[in-house]
């Protein structure tokens, strides 16, 4: 069972361009989370999708978006980059109706804003 | 907001030696998770614990949801250099809330 993707596995962008950061899910799971994960930080919350429908959106300003389409894959667009956006992107897929199930994680975009 | 507090932040011992990681919230969770996170790749899960008192075991690893809901702990029995990594726990109030992450134990295992 292949396992969840993201592309490109390196980004680096020039403070105020716009970058989008693709995850498909495992086969089968229609939740997608999205999470910007930094030293300081650790892993927070950006976005949860089933179904193309934004479930939850975590406490990130307007730039951060994302969407999910008909096959499961989401997307995540950050627009006019700022250097605090260097970060590690996680998506993680999941099953929905047990809410008690594990995430799986994909590798992560690694961002570098400069 | 939940909050997720994990103790010790670092944490480096001798392969052998026994260790307990914790992580502590105001909050009651309906479910609390453990995951492992290596350099460069996606946090992998460990367990899920759901019932207060719960006590799960894989391996040299022991977890232990608080009876009350609110805590865990991990319990890794003679380390090895392979449990190095970034422990990470992970809880969800009851409905459809978003899971969210303390910041981790960083645990290296020295030969």
């Known amino acids: 069972k292949a396992g969840v993707t993201q592309t490109p596995r390196y980004l680096i962008k020039t403070r105020g361009q716009q970058v989008t950061l693709s995850c498909s899910p495992i086969?089968?799971?229609?939740?997608v989370s999205w999470y910007q994960q930094t030293p300081g930080q650790g892993l927070q919350f950006l976005f949860e999708?089933?179904?193309?429908?934004?479930?939850n959106k975590g406490n990130f300003p307007g730039r951060f978006s994302g969407r999910q389409f008909s096959n499961s894959r989401s997307e995540m667009n950050v627009s006019t980059l700022e250097l605090g956006d260097s970060a590690l992107y996680l998506c993680?897929?999941?099953?929905?109706?047990?809410?008690?199930?594990?995430?799986?994680f994909g590798s992560g975009t690694r961002l570098t804003v400069v | 907001t939940q909050l997720l507090e994990q103790s010790p932040q670092f944490l480096s011992i001798q392969e052998g030696e026994n260790l307990t990681v914790y992580c502590n919230s105001s909050?009651?969770?309906?479910?609390l998770q453990w995951y492992r996170q290596e350099p460069g790749e996606g946090p992998v899960l460990l367990v899920t614990?759901?019932?207060?008192?719960e006590v799960k075991k894989l391996k040299r690893l022991t977890f232990q949801f608080g009876d009350a809901r609110k805590d865990s702990s991990l319990h890794i029995t003679a380390a090895q250099t392979g449990d190095t990594g970034l422990y990470l726990c992970?809880?969800?109030?009851?409905?459809?809330?978003?899971?969210?992450f303390g910041k981790g134990t960083r645990l290296s295992v020295i030969a």
């Open positions: 993680a897929s999941s099953p929905w109706g047990n809410l008690d199930y594990g995430y799986t």
């Open positions: 086969s089968g799971h229609r939740s």
């Open positions: 999708y089933f179904s193309e429908t934004q479930r």
């Open positions: 909050s009651v969770f309906s479910s």
């Open positions: 614990v759901v019932t207060g008192g």
């Open positions: 992970a809880g969800r109030n009851a409905g459809n809330t978003p899971l969210v």
